[in-house]
């Protein structure tokens, strides 16, 4: 079957980075749609369409967008998009869709949604049309319908779990502020018009349509006390692209975590070969060891003690540089200057690595030690510095965009934060070119 050609998804990596409204217009928008999400959603994302070119350099009425000339002319050249999808992007931005270039609201109930509002619904249906001749709109209990596409009053609605029911959006769009998400606690936690996109899970009804449910809830219980909800926001600036995220309990305060934690050593980190593709690390306190320890004996037995006597050997950071291949590895990782030979005998066993000893510090080694990549070991123990475990990479995310992922420990929590160096015009050029 031919896919329907959608014009506004073949926007959505750039409504992250290219699309923006004022913040008056956005927080009443986000309002509207916001009152057309039922209160029990098991996660919501609000994407503050509204902010972004704006601090870019772009500008917008709400129903056509003006983008800079350096934006524009990326996605005219992009040699990665169609020639379709370009204008499909320039029609959109250009007003051609009838969207409202507001907000777009994602969340996930009975079935899964990314809706948001229309400026002129007959033009937007028409347009649509036009883009899918093969396929007819189909009049449906008072809306329309285009395979997994709704349109409902002024409306549309995405539904990407299914084909959307439009009796259930109908009742949507009727809910009551005790009955729509704006009554739900957790909807403080969008409320920040300074982000380009929020968003919070409430973890238990998240986990509930997960497999393996209850051992995912016995996990988290071990990991963290009372964790309740996960929320945190992208930010975009011209500079870099930031996401975090937090563990929240009940109270919406943040959720204790029940690991020790150690923060990574950054002298272990510069200590490395010069540079890699990747450089990773984590602080692992005997502390934590013997958490981990204790944990396998409980779901092992006797089983467990291979792991023990390995896992004890080390105290303190374990840092990693590699070729995005894993062909050439280096690692060092400190001890506690005690017996190493089980931890030296399963590196070398079960990774291939090679293991030398210089005090308490093991150094083990893959294929050729001299490798160098675009991350050097002194920027990686730079962005490191403060977390517990964290990763600086090329292209992990995007292609030819540095990245670095940090696990911070935070007010007895864990907040976990994403960068992508470089901001819009390095991911602009990554997805463009």
Known sequence: MKKLNYSFLAIVALLLVVVSCSKSES???????????????????????????????????????????????????????????KKHIMDVLEGQTGMALNSFVYFSAARTYITGLLNDPDKFIAYEQEQNPSYQWRDEDGGKVLGSLAVVGNQFWICTTGTPDVEQLKYYQQLNDKQSYVSSDAVSLLSDTEKAI???????????FLPNSTYLRIGSSLIFDDMSYVAG???????????????????????????????IDASIVKSLGESGDVVAAMGISQKLVKKISDAAGTALGQGSDALAGMLQAIDGTVAVRAKSSLDDVEAKMQTNGKDFADLANVINSFLGLTVSRDGNILTAVRGNKDFNGPITSQKAAEKLKGAWIGVVSDGMLVRNVVSVTRLVPEKKSLRLDIEAEGGVDAFLNAVLK
């Open 27 to 85: 927080g009443n928008d986000a309002d509207s749609l916001l009152r057309t999400v039922p209160a029990d959603a098991s996660s919501v994302a609000l994407c503050n369409v509204a902010y972004i070119v704006d601090r870019l350099g772009g500008s917008t009425d709400g129903s056509t967008i003006k983008l800079s000339k350096e934006h524009t002319k990326a996605i005219k050249e992009s040699q990665a998009l169609k020639e379709k999808d």
């Open 233 to 263: 926001y992208v930010d975009i600036e011209k500079k870099n692209i930031m996401a975090s995220a937090a563990v929240l309990n009940s109270d919406m305060k943040p959720s204790e975590l029940l690991l020790p934690t150690e923060k």
């Open 198 to 208: 929020t968003f919070v899970a409430d973890v238990k009804k998240s986990i509930a």
